[in-house]
């Protein structure tokens, strides 16, 4: 079973990415989802982060850092900066990208 | 294929609710989804949701609120405060809660 994220106590920074694949390039998409996840983990202020995608390949990404500055380099690093126009061209229909300050958290286990 | 949520500018709210699902009781989980789904969209204050759900059985819900009374409002709302107590009990594994303060958003559409 999939781990929830560990994350400190608030406040930090959260990007909520909700995105509609197309059914284009599947291959290539995995590819480039592996790498990010891989790179946004060396990523200075990273956190963590929780990911699902469904049977029709609508996905939410949520993922936690320590505050805006760390948001807006990884946003503004290469690597990832290409994948979001290949994204734009080959893998998504549709997204949102909100930004939010977490303020609360609270969580269950069994 | 699914529709994004459409939210009016920053600032608003949103919970973050990530969760594993047991494999009990998928009937009654649901129907309790589906009923709770119902009742949000009749609660002041809501904005909009996001759901996914990956053949695991982890799941991300997003949703959107004007400010953070209406989540409240909406956590202690009766139907609801119960469901939450069976899910405790009967459905997830695991789960996390976050409230957060949206600052920025975009989106885009082929």
């Known amino acids: 079973m999939s781990e929830i ?4 106590e608030p406040p930090y920074y ?12 599947e291959l290539g998409y ?5 790498r990010m996840n891989e790179l946004a983990m060396q990523q200075p202020g990273f956190l963590g982060a929780d990911s699902a995608r469904d049977g029709d390949g609508f996905g939410i990404t949520v993922s936690y850092w320590r505050d805006e500055g760390s948001i807006q380099n990884w946003r503004e690093r290469g690597e990832h900066a290409e ?3 290949r994204g734009k061209h080959n893998w998504y229909a549709e997204f949102s990208v909100r930004i939010a300050r977490v303020e609360r958290a609270y969580d269950f286990k069994k």
Not at 5 to 8: F, G, Q, V
């Open 30 to 34: 995995q590819e480039m989802a592996a």
């Open 5 to 8: 994220a560990k994350t400190p």
């Open 14 to 25: 959260v990007t909520i990415f909700a995105n509609q694949r197309t059914l284009d390039d």
């Open 83 to 85: 994948a979001q126009q």
